[in-house]
Nanobody, 124 residues
Framework: QVQLVESGGGLVQAGGSLRLSCTAS????????MAWFRQCPGKEREFVAR????????YYADSVKGRFTISRDNAKDTVYLQMNSLKPEDTAVYHC?????????????????WGQGTQVTVSS
């Protein structure tokens, strides 16, 4: 079992930056691919970014490419999401997720463990 706890959300003006963190406890963190998803009220959970277990491979949704950066520090059991040039449409609850399979993709069903989420609000 893996427990995930996100932090770093908040209120920011458009054009600003935030860095989200997700700290894991439980089973070996470094063996799991990790991802960030986001969800707005009444909408489906949306893929944001994914990072391989080693950190050597990353993948982004088109909507955040060039603005967001996912990274991980396996020594600290933590994955990060650096968000720059934020837009009002980035407002959502952001969740981190871990997958048991190294072939996980962009679907929520590819991931086995989830954090409770952290709210990001971008004002115009």
């Amino acid at each position: 079992q893996v427990q995930l706890v996100e932090s770093g959300g908040g209120l920011v003006q458009a054009g600003g930056s935030l860095r989200l963190s997700c700290t894991a406890s439980g089973r070996t963190f470094s063996s799991y691919p990790m991802a960030w998803f986001r969800q707005c009220p009444g909408k489906e959970r949306e893929f944001v970014a994914r990072i391989s277990w080693s950190g050597s491979s990353t993948y982004y949704a088109d909507s955040v490419k060039g603005r967001f950066t996912i990274s991980r520090d396996n020594a600290k059991d933590t994955v990060y999401l650096q968000m720059n040039s934020l837009k009002p449409e980035d407002t959502a609850v952001y969740h981190c997720a871990a997958a048991r399979s190294r072939y996980s993709g962009v679907l929520p069903t590819d991931y086995d463990y989830w954090g409770q989420g952290t709210q990001v609000t971008v004002s115009s």
